[in-house]
């Protein structure tokens, strides 16, 4: 039997044991005796071979699928839906769901049930339906060559060999396996090549391949690249992590709730959504206009205030420098005679920065952000003094950080210690609400600059007062800052590390944050730059400064900022990398470069 659908734009045909489904810009067919769907480009270039019996694992014990049903299809001429009952496994009922619109596919799984959550594997899973194949863990065929990953890592190693495992999260440090704090989160997208990027994207150092070779079953390779992302509201965010799980030609993806996350009747997993586009920076695009599509973003304020983009000066570099000279942690630094060191110094060689930023650790205490009478014992008067002269100032904020917090303010571990702040707690909410009071309304502050996201909390076992995890903790934590900020000063700014669709309205600013001084400066804050733009199109870019491995590459950025975003400078008088000190052509340099931003800045 053999029938075919031709409503446009999506075209299906049923042959027999199977099914074929057409859009302008991808194939997908499913034959009933394997448990798998191709996935190819629109000139029918296989990308992957999809992998139906998703896994999701709980604390009480290990899904699994024995039986694949035949698929039930609804097609209205502009959606394909195609449902998958699956049968076996801890949940007593799991159907995969595949909905094929023109521009790509929505996929998602329903459980119901009661349990909670550890990992759920997508495109990947546990499976005994097909005697002739075995029985164990079976993963997605991978037709590419190479996987893109948007969060930047220590190695800058942004393109990888497909048979390779990566990961998109909210967490980071400077220990191994964990250098990746950078954006927190990065986009939830992948985006899958088939040919080496030479010619199409500089994303780094050769890793093989070539674009004369052919693909799968000797096919020309394709230029278009696959995105995987996810799309889905932040209520729907509780974890931690998006992984790419990958094999020698094989792949599947895993979303890790780290058994903080209950299922209580129904659950539907995150939607991953798969399109193709031209390079990964559209993906991420297609990604955040998704969002947008959906309602499920926003934006930053339109229109945004004209102080938000003038060049912003950061304390940090000069107190680390200070810290290498004298002895010391550079938060030992942070003191009111110092910043107007830093100032008279910029003065003294015509430079006024717009912004100030004073920097870790200005705070007696991280989790009540009350001052350190001792190293600034006039707060309220500095602050007033630069508004003065025009200038606005943010004060460093460590997200998470519970010194000085109360029990009943925290996330707990086993042992009754405190690991964290824990936003769903109304008691931090309180002491979080009145610390953005005091920092605005009686300090005088106008904004913060949020670090530390990347301690997100991780792990079993830690104990909360609510329900969210991971991003969505994360979103809980920046929401409360950022609502109060707006309710204090209505042009506050609230600076982040947050290019992600979903942080939109809780964030004013992205910061390209750290520089990675063992890579090439421009080139990695560049691809952040390209990342943030592609994100979060209508949010500003602070560019960033430190650390730098010498005077010579400080000089090479300052350039480039302007084409990035806000120019920011975090030293006075030396670079921390080398300990070189500035002449007085690279004060002009910083003048030269600051009235160049200012002058395209009012250009239509």
Known sequence: MHTTSTSAPMHVEHQGHGLQIHSPHYQLSYHHERPYARLSDSAGRLYSELFLAPSLHTTAGLDRTARLRPPEIEHDGQTVTVRFSLEGGIWQHKTLVLRCDPGGIDTFVEVSGSAWLTDVHLFGGYYSGHQRWGSGFFSSGAGFTHAFNPEPYAREQRLVPAGQSSAIDVMGTSLPGKGHWFFTPAPLVYAFSQQHPAGQ?????????????????????????????????????????????????????????????????????????????????????????????????????????????????????????????????????????????????????????????????????????????????????????????GQRVLLWWKAWDAEGLPDDACILDDLGERVTADPTSPSYEAILRGAVRRMLLEYGADGFKVDFSARTPSGPGLRRAGSAWGLHLLHRLLWILHDEAKRCKSDALVMTHTPHPVFGNVTDMIRLNDVNTGADVNEQMTHRARVTRAALPRHLIDTDNWPMPSLTAWRAYTRLQPELGIPSLYFVTHTDGDGQAFTAADYDLVRDTWQRYAQAKRKP
Do not use: M
């Open 201 to 389: 994207l500089a994303l780094g150092a050769d890793q093989g391949g070539s674009p004369d070779e052919d693909g799968a079953e000797g096919q020309p390779l394709s230029s278009r690249w696959l995105g995987a992302s996810i799309v889905a509201p932040v209520e729907e965010l509780n974890f931690t992590a998006f992984h790419y799980d990958a094999l020698e030609g094989a792949f599947s993806f895993r979303l890790s709730y780290e058994g903080q996350t209950e299922v209580d009747g129904h659950f539907r997993s995150p939607t991953l959504r798969l399109t193709f586009s031209d390079d990964p920076y559209e993906a991420i695009a297609q990604n955040s206009a998704r969002h947008a599509e959906l309602h499920i973003t926003a934006h930053a304020p339109q229109p945004q205030p004209e102080w938000w983009s003038t060049p912003i000066q950061c304390g940090w570099g000069a107190q680390c420098h200070l810290a290498r000279e004298h002895g010391g942690r550079a938060p030992d630094h942070c003191t009111q005679q110092n910043y107007d060191a830093f100032l008279d110094t910029l003065d003294a060689h015509d430079l006024q920065p717009g912004i100030l930023v004073l920097d870790d650790k200005w705070c007696a205490s991280y989790g009540t952000s009350e001052v350190d009478r001792h190293k600034w014992p006039d707060l309220e008067g500095w602050i007033a003094r630069a508004h003065r002269r």
